[in-house]
């Protein structure tokens, strides 16, 4: 059973995005999350996998910024979610993969996430180009994908996240 779409967020998927992100963790908080980017950040790319006209799986991107460097247009991947009744059956690596052809625009695209997981999609840890989390987070899981090759170079300073991480 595949995904049949993963396509742009529309106004009436909201709720079913909210009910993607509670199945999928363990408390409100990424739920809560993706309503305040939705509403505080800009530009926010939002995709959702659909089934059978049913919200299975959902990714957020929104902007971060990197100390010293404001040139650089970034983006942060957080959260990404799918229903656990359809993980493992390559939802989520759909929408990385969906969601990575729309940041195509943007200089980087960061990640926290899963060390063993993320490498397939081109990232890397970030501290080979001297940027760090700013989060106390460790090395392998905080990771960086450049969406313009050589953009990073030469480039390093804290990743700073929307102001609603911090409200989460």
Not at 119 to 132: C, D, E, Q
Request: net charge negative.
């Amino acid at each position: 059973m595949g995904v049949s779409e993963i396509r742009p967020e529309r106004s009436d998927d909201v709720g079913g995005i909210r009910v993607v992100n509670l199945a999928a963790f363990d408390t409100a908080l990424e739920a809560d999350l993706v309503d305040a980017l939705r509403q505080q950040a800009s530009p926010v790319i939002s995709l959702v996998a659909e089934q059978a006209e049913t919200i299975v799986g959902h990714i957020l991107f929104s902007p971060v910024t990197l100390s010293g460097h404001p040139d650089l247009t970034l983006v942060g991947l957080a959260p990404m979610a799918v229903v656990p009744s359809h993980q493992r059956r390559g939802i989520g690596s759909a929408l990385v993969r969906a969601g990575l052809d729309a940041c195509r625009t943007f200089d980087a695209v960061v990640v926290l996430g899963h060390a063993g997981y993320y490498p397939r999609f081109g990232f890397v840890p970030a501290s080979r180009f001297g940027i760090r989390c700013e989060y106390d987070v460790p090395d392998d899981v905080f990771m960086v994908r450049e969406m313009v090759p050589g953009r990073l170079d030469g480039k390093h300073g804290t990743i700073r996240y929307h102001a609603a991480f911090g409200a989460a």
